[in-house]
């Protein structure tokens, strides 16, 4: 009996191993898929592209994908929590108008970014307020918010375009370099880092993802459900507020028809970069290495010269490859797992 027992121990010691194995292997992919496909693509630029490893190419790439990744390290949270804003693109374009306006009356330069900024989380705040207390649904709210904002932007100066003289120090924010690194793009790697690890390691980040896990659940746990959810639509007006303020630095003036559409380029690297889009799983890594992806793919069409028409059919077309291959991943882990 004994050596019976002895014989088996290894043999069932051996399959609890391999499934083990296997289980961190699935868990493995799919925490780093994308990143996996964000390295292939990068390698396939390079061989067809030598331009593409050009240290100012690299500088430009992170450049232009830093604004839209701002908005969506902000958007990730509200997915997160199973919502939607909509409204991002108005709030970035009206923050951007507002700080371009200040600035041209003389106001010290701290202040107007500050109060660009307080617009900005202020009406993302209102809105998320709208939605959790009166109970409507956000995609409504903010629906009607992109409407609204645009119009507010708009009013400011009659359509027209806002900054005929904007100080040069503000200017630098949105066009310096630190190095070979476009300030920008260190701005939105801030953002990111500081966003990972308010999730990972506060109350708040908790809250996040028990409110997009089971709503109901964490009301009865004692979860302020209704506070988290205006707080981050709050937070998702905030990051849209510094995107137009980088904007309006770059540009060196304040354009009331910027951002249009980015809500949904915002949308598309939170669900690319593997949040769910009904909340509780996912973080602002993934959304990082989503946008830079989108980014890589522009830049590698801009330099084989592809026209723009064919570049939103092939990158729509890499978009939903890419969820697909998620979704298979996440399915196979899940039989694994299970």
Known sequence: ???????????????ASATTWKQRSSSW??????LIVFAVIC???????????????????LQQSSLTGIIAVGMTLVILTSG???????????????????????????????????????????????????RLPAFIVTLAGLTAVRGWAYTLTDGRPAGSDL??????????????????G????????????????????EYVYAVGSNEEAARLSGVPVNWIKAAVFGFSGLTAAIAGVLLTSRLTIGQPTAFQGAELDAIAAVVLGGTNLF?????????????????VLKNLFNLLGI????????????????????KVIDARATAVGS
């Open 1 to 15: 009996m004994n050596e019976t027992t002895k014989s088996t121990e290894p043999e069932t010691q051996s399959v």
């Open 29 to 34: 992919l799919i925490k780093g898929n994308l």
């Open 43 to 61: 390698v396939v630029a390079a061989i067809l592209s030598p331009d593409f490893l050009a240290t100012r190419n690299l500088a430009n790439l």
């Open 84 to 134: 939607i804003d909509l409204a991002v693109g108005s709030i970035a374009a009206l923050s951007g108008m507002i700080v371009a306006i200040l600035l041209d009356i003389a106001l010290p330069i701290p202040v107007a970014i500050l109060a660009a900024l307080i617009v900005g989380a202020g009406v993302g705040l209102l809105m998320g307020a709208v939605s959790a207390w009166i």
């Open 167 to 184: 100080p040069e120090a503000f200017t630098i924010i949105g066009g310096g370099y630190i190095g070979i690194l476009p300030l920008t």
């Open 186 to 205: 260190l701005i939105f790697i801030g953002v990111t880092v500081i966003t990972a690890l308010i999730l990972r390691y506060t109350t708040f980040g």
């Open 279 to 295: 909340g509780g799983r996912g973080g602002v890594g993934g959304t990082f290495i989503a946008v830079l992806l989108l980014s």
């Open 307 to 326: 026209g723009s028409f064919v570049q939103m059919v092939a990158t729509g077309l890499i978009l939903v490859l890419a969820l697909i291959l998620n």
